[in-house]
């Protein structure tokens, strides 16, 4: 005994044939019509109607994930700009320390450079006067 036998439906209550039924009655064939052709048709208005909806809430859907993708694309773009003018900033800053390390660089020299000459001059200075 395996477990219990599953119905599947397919959602289409059309009989696989549509042919009309034939009724025997004392001997005789009667043709019955048969709701069969009314149900097929029916249900391929309802399959159409529904084929139309699943189309349009697919727009809809496509129309959502594509403006979800803009939305998502843009906030990328300021992410990676505000990223690019961190950089820019950074940069901007090592540029103004390399600059700021050169003035001092210069004026340490030029501070150098004015305690040599002071010291050449008095050097001077010296030599010029008479000795006494």
């Given at each position: 005994?395996g ?75 300021i ?54």
């Amino acid at each position: 005994a395996g477990p219990p036998a599953t119905i599947v439906s397919t959602g289409s209550e059309v009989d696989p044939t549509a042919s009309p039924i034939v009724r025997r009655r004392k001997g005789k064939e009667i043709m019955v019509d048969s709701d069969t052709p009314k149900k097929k048709k029916l249900q391929e208005q309802i399959d159409a109607q529904m084929a139309r909806e699943l189309e349009e809430q697919q727009e809809r859907e496509d129309l959502r994930m594509n403006e979800q993708i803009a939305r998502d694309a843009e906030v990328a773009r300021i992410h990676a700009e505000e990223e690019i003018q961190g950089m820019i900033d950074s940069l901007d800053k090592s540029n103004e320390t390399v600059s700021l390390e050169k003035k001092k660089e210069l004026i340490s020299d030029l501070v150098k450079y004015q305690d040599h000459y002071k010291k050449v001059y008095k050097f001077q200075s010296q030599q010029r006067k008479p000795m006494s």
